[in-house]
């Protein structure tokens, strides 16, 4: 079955840049999609189809995706940003997760 | 504000069943596909199945093929999942989610299975 990869834990300073990192066979031939999970919140998608940001989410919010790795990169890291992180691919007519990223800012 | 709420979780012995149920409103349900994704507390999100929208097709994740059946009623603007034969690895938080495209644009609340004698 695919898999997704990714880092168990990022740490970022507050105003730097973090990048989260999803990796998969081919990845780049699939369109991912990035999704943030506060505590006891549902996840909400911060990106789709690579590197589309949805109405009402930041700026600093952006994506790439080529080759076996696409990224989540977070510019201007804010306390608000810290939460799981999750990437998403389908797999023919499968869904997959990455296994999830904490991001702490501090 | 469209919306997407779920029920029908709760306590369940091994071998047991459960039907979830997650009530949509205020978007056209009957034009999308829907999935179930599911979440072991502290841990990841897992997809668990998806239906298209008019229910003529359905996907599963391996673990649960044979087991959970997803299923749709457009005219009531809902979307269940039975789950039969339920094991100690599908205790999860169970949400429902809207398919928009190659993405999940709408999750509900989520509603909490507990499989245990």
Redesign the interface.
């Known amino acids: 079955s695919y898999e997704l990869t990714q880092p168990p834990s990022v740490s970022v300073s507050p105003g730097q840049t973090a990048s989260i990192t999803c990796s998969g066979d081919q990845l780049g031939e699939k369109y991912v999609s990035w999704y943030q999970q506060k505590p006891g919140q549902s996840p909400v998608v911060v990106i789709y189809e690579d590197n589309k940001r949805p109405s009402g989410i930041p700026e600093r919010f952006s994506g790439s995706n080529s080759g076996n790795t696409a990224t989540l990169t977070i510019s201007g890291t804010q306390a608000v940003d810290e939460a799981d992180y999750y990437c998403q691919a389908w797999d023919f007519n499968t869904g997959v997760f990455g296994g999830g990223t904490k991001l702490t800012v501090l | 504000e469209m919306r997407l709420v779920e029920s029908g979780g709760g306590l369940v012995q091994p071998g047991g069943s459960l039907r979830l149920s997650c009530a949509a409103s205020d978007f056209s349900f009957n034009i999308h596909w829907m999935?179930w994704?599911r979440q072991v507390p502290g841990k990841?999100?897992?997809?668990v199945a998806?239906i298209k929208k008019d229910g003529s097709?359905k996907?599963y994740?391996?673990s649960v093929k044979g087991r959970f059946t997803i299923s749709r009623d457009n005219a009531k603007n809902s979307l269940y999942l039975q789950m039969n034969s339920l094991r100690g690895e599908d205790t999860a938080v169970y949400?429902c989610a809207r398919d928009?495209?190659?993405?999940?644009?709408s999750?509900?609340?989520?509603t909490l299975v507990t499989v245990s004698s």
Do not use: I, R, T
Request: proline letters at 0%; zero cysteines.
């Open positions: 999935s994704v990841g999100l897992e997809w998806n097709e996907n994740v391996d949400y928009k495209g190659y993405h999940f644009d999750w509900g609340q989520g």
